[in-house]
């Protein structure tokens, strides 16, 4: 039993702290810097899109008025089986898009047609509800002006990050969450490679790209990593941003255990992931990604191996209570989020929005 | 305004959130969730 604390302190003690700080000293003894330039090589957005209409107007006026020029913009948006009166949308959009119609198939085989009818060799990867800041493209296309960056993924802005807690119910841990996996991703990007992008905003060469399988559910996951594991690097572009909510905590839930079932898919689709001699992100990719998967496992059998040797030691005595006292808070503050979205149901219709979501954190 | 304590709570939540996300990913995964999210 003493076997099982300690594994398991090690492990989840790796996985959320020293996997970090391996980053942290890594990134500083042996940085890999990749090679930025402004430039504005004419690029090809392709968003996928079902039942999006309310949302398309102010997307592709948002994706026009970037500060680029719009000649070197072609925008490709995917109708993946929209019911929802989309068409009136778009004959008003008139030009400025072209419009892909496919029966409803998922995301993936949108994505799919949608880099098939792209014109130029740079892809850039959008959602219908994120828009982008003004400069983002800019900041987006610099780092693929080395030739090693085969990709870049941009930063996506949870409004909760500002630590008010925005107008979500669970915006602070959200918040604080995100901040955290950013920090991963920045350090991940400084010595090799990011593990994947974020699908709301990510650049990805044309010639990099292969088809996605059909049930594919990361697509921002498995396209990028296709490119690390052709040797080309996906690096982090802070500067790139786009902009979204954080999620009401049902919402939040149910997108984790679909982002998470996406990793365990992906490891299926591509084993190379799990090879040292074929993922050149090997380590990040075993201490992040697979990892997290297997972290509550060791909670649990924290919890079990502290509880049957508190009796003999006080060193196991004090880790079960810190753990005790761990889930009180943890349930206190699962009392805090369902009394954050009582109050906001009662004063706003809009913070209980349960089609506000976040997206982009595929961890 | 929010409490020290509060924070950690929250994010003490989202942190057991997140875990059971993980744990209940593998029959997600084997019940083939909608293709769309």
């Known amino acids: 039993m003493e076997i099982v604390f300690w594994l398991s302190v090690v492990f989840v003690g790796y996985v959320y702290a020293g996997y970090p700080a391996l980053l942290a000293v890594w990134s500083r003894l042996a940085p890999k810097p990749f090679r930025e330039r402004p430039q504005t090589p004419p690029v090809t957005i392709v968003i996928a899109a079902r039942n999006e209409a309310r949302q398309l107007a102010a997307r592709v006026a948002n994706l026009r008025a970037l500060d680029y020029p719009q000649a070197d913009v072609q925008i490709i948006l995917v109708l993946d089986g929209s019911d929802d009166g989309t068409d009136a949308t778009l004959e008003r959009l008139g030009d400025q898009i072209d419009v892909v119609r496919l029966p409803p198939g998922g995301k993936a085989r949108a994505l799919n047609a949608g880099v098939a009818a792209a014109r130029h060799d740079i892809l850039v990867f959008a ?24 990709g870049v993924c941009g930063e996506l802005v949870i409004d909760s990050e500002s630590g008010d807690g925005g107008d979500s119910a669970i915006g602070e841990g959200i918040g604080g969450y995100w901040r955290y996996e950013k920090w991963l991703r920045r350090h991940e990007s400084l010595i090799g490679s990011t593990l994947g992008a974020t699908g709301a905003i990510y650049a990805l060469r044309r010639d990099l790209w292969r088809p996605l399988p059909d049930d594919t559910i990361l697509d921002d996951v498995l396209a990028p990593m296709r490119a690390v594991l ?20 049902a ?16 490891l299926r689709c591509e084993p190379r992931l799990l090879n040292p001699r074929a993922n050149p992100v090997w380590l990040q990719y075993m201490s992040h990604k697979v990892g997290r998967l297997f972290v509550p496992y060791a ?3 924290l919890v079990v191996s502290s509880a049957a040797l508190a009796p003999a030691s006080p060193v196991y005595a004090v880790a079960f209570a810190c753990q005790v006292v761990f889930y ?18 009662s004063t706003s219709v809009a913070a209980a929005d349960p089609r506000v979501v976040m997206k982009g954190s595929n961890t | 305004m929010m ?11 989202t942190f057991v959130l997140m875990n059971c996300a993980a744990v209940a ?3 997600a995964m084997a019940c083939r969730q909608s293709l769309w999210r």
Do not use: C, M
Request: glycine share 6%; hydrophobic share 50%; proline share 5%.
């Open chain 1, 299 to 301: 909670l649990v059998a």
């Open chain 1, 251 to 266: 919402t939040e839930l149910s997108r984790k255990i679909r982002t998470l079932a996406g990793n365990y898919q992906i």
């Open chain 2, 3 to 13: 409490s020290k304590i509060e924070r950690v709570a929250r994010v003490a939540f």
């Open chain 1, 328 to 345: 009180a808070l943890a349930a206190y503050g699962a009392y805090l989020v369902w009394r954050d979205r009582r109050q906001a149901g």
């Open chain 1, 127 to 150: 959602d219908a509800r994120q828009p982008f800041a003004s400069d983002a493209l800019r900041a987006l296309v610099a780092p693929l002006a080395d030739p090693a960056v085969g």
């Open chain 1, 230 to 249: 052709n040797s080309s690097r996906i690096v982090f572009a802070a500067g790139a941003r786009a902009f979204d909510h954080a999620a009401p905590a």
């Open chain 2, 25 to 27: 990913a593998l029959p």
